[in-house]
């Protein structure tokens, strides 16, 4: 029988992004779909930024808000991965161009706005969602199967 993602919830503030980012990216492993929802500003670039710098990324990730995905492989990382921010997509069609699911293969994908992939996606997916203001965040991860013996936040 097949259950459900397991879901974690907690607070931290804008100091520990890096660390909570670090975590997870070094947990990444090719076939992995991190999906980052949050209004503008709740800190999803901050923690896909950590996640790259701890596969091996030197220097700060610029933001795929207008090249929508920014592609890293090695030597510049340890695993290809994709950063992509699904901002501008305004229409589900638009994603088919993207060949998101090509970066799979080898690699992972990080995946902010995800809520304009409709209703494609991967059910497979570790969804975390940030909400709050000011310094302190909340985080809530929905930790599916494939995540759970390696999941580093409890």
Known sequence: MKTGPMSFTFSYNLDEAERIGAAIGVALAAGD?????????????TLARA??????LAGEAPSPTFAIVQ???P???DLPVAHV?????????????????????????LIEWPE???GEGWS???SLRISGEGDVRVLTADVPPAWE??????
């Not at 996640?51 to 091996?56: C, P, Q, S, V």
């Not at 013996?149 to 409890?154: T, V």
């Open 149 to 154: 013996a390696r999941w580093p936040l409890r």
């Open 71 to 73: 592609p890293y492989a």
């Open 75 to 77: 030597p510049e990382t």
């Open 124 to 126: 497979d997916a570790l």
């Open 51 to 56: 996640m790259l710098k701890a596969r091996g």
């Open 85 to 109: 921010d699904l901002y501008r997509i305004e229409d589900t069609d638009e994603l088919i161009e993207l060949g998101l699911d090509d970066y799979l293969y080898d690699g992972a994908l």
């Open 116 to 118: 304009r992939l409709g």
């Open 33 to 45: 779909v991190v999906l980052l929802s949050g209004d503008l500003g709740a800190g999803k670039t």
